[in-house]
């Protein structure tokens, strides 16, 4: 951080959620405990710490208890006042979270939709949560292909439908919008749940693909080494699109009805081309077009593509929902501390 310089309007951000950071990440601590952890002079977070808290973005914690010299002031994240809200639509619902900046679910609930009014249900849905809950940041999953604040979805390439949902949003209610693509939010909350159950992974070392089959399609979401990977032009994971021979697209022959022999074929043949150029450690398979009862003619299908020393795990997921709103949500909470980005600029 020491060797960063920029505008100081640009760097203030970038120390005010470098400061947040800390403070997530550690519960608490003193001004001398966060100027050595993030290099950033006394004075400056002294000045800092004092807008965070006019802002009501942090709240002191009172002084420590004294070890014989003078007592430090302890500061810590405003829960009560830095709320972020996650959602997602799936046919009739409205699936949303609030969490505070820990990343805590404090309000988790399914809206019906009434008939032909997503559109005045969402702007009513949004509103009512505005007036009662000081929300800093609002994520929203979609099933299409994310450019900024807006997206694309469709069967075919030549006949994608454009949405500015984020965009409108942003505008609307002056809040930042986290717009993410639904499979890349499935793989990430599918990852977080995986890791506390298994304890001995980390995030950082971590390599899946979640492949889902819907009747809009298959896609995946994609992480390698702890982290997601989108693409130029967010386009990684739209496996719907990818050509089998002159059969046509991958998305089309799976819901055009194949027999159980070629469908087990095309699905073992589609693993072991992205165990092969991702060589993940696992595979998720999952979706409600899935035919379950083949998971395992398709993983014994999958040994005549690949030998056994480099065969990726197969692991079937139950339902995806309830990992939709996890990657949302976590993606929606780190926003807040890394909304600021620092791009060199070589002439």
Do not use: W
């Amino acid at each position: 951080m020491n060797n960063l310089s920029g505008k100081p309007q640009v760097m203030k951000k970038v120390n005010s959620a470098l400061i947040k950071k800390i403070l997530k990440e550690k519960g608490s601590a003193t001004k001398v405990q966060i100027t050595q952890d993030t290099g950033i002079s006394v004075t400056t977070v002294r000045t800092l710490l004092e807008e965070l808290i006019i802002n009501k973005e942090i709240t002191s914690l009172g002084l420590d208890d004294s070890s014989g010299g003078r007592r430090a002031e302890r500061y810590a994240l405003n829960l009560n006042d830095n709320i972020s809200l996650s959602f997602y639509i799936q046919n009739e619902f409205i699936n949303y979270a609030l969490t505070n900046p820990l990343g805590d679910i404090i309000e988790n609930k399914t809206l019906k939709i009434k008939k032909n009014g997503n559109e005045k249900f969402l702007e009513k849905f949004i509103d009512k949560i505005l007036q009662n809950n000081n929300i800093k940041v609002i994520g929203i999953g979609v099933p299409g292909v994310v450019d900024k604040g807006n997206y694309f979805s469709g069967k075919g390439l030549d006949n994608l439908k454009r949405s500015d949902i984020g965009a409108y949003i942003e505008e609307k209610y002056n809040i930042p919008v986290v717009l993410e693509n639904d499979l890349n939010a499935i793989a990430l909350g599918f990852s977080i749940n995986y890791l506390k159950e298994m304890k001995t992974l980390e995030m950082k070392s971590l390599n899946l693909v979640y492949i889902n089959f819907t009747e809009s399609g298959v896609g995946a979401g994609i992480i390698a080494n702890g982290q997601l990977i989108r693409g130029k032009n967010n386009f990684a994971g739209e496996l719907g699109f990818i050509p089998i021979n002159k059969q046509g697209h991958l998305g089309h022959i799976l819901n055009n009805n194949p027999s159980d022999e070629i469908y087990v074929d095309i699905v073992a043949q589609l693993i072991a081309i992205l165990n092969c150029v991702i060589n993940p450690s696992f595979m998720v398979v999952g979706g409600d077009t899935l035919r379950r009862n083949l998971i395992e003619d398709i993983k014994d299908e999958c040994k005549k593509y690949l030998a056994n020393n480099i065969m990726t795990e197969i692991i079937e997921s139950k339902d995806s929902k309830k990992y939709y709103l996890s990657g949302i949500t976590y993606l929606t909470t780190e926003f807040m501390y890394s909304d600021i980005k620092l791009i060199k600029n070589e002439r």
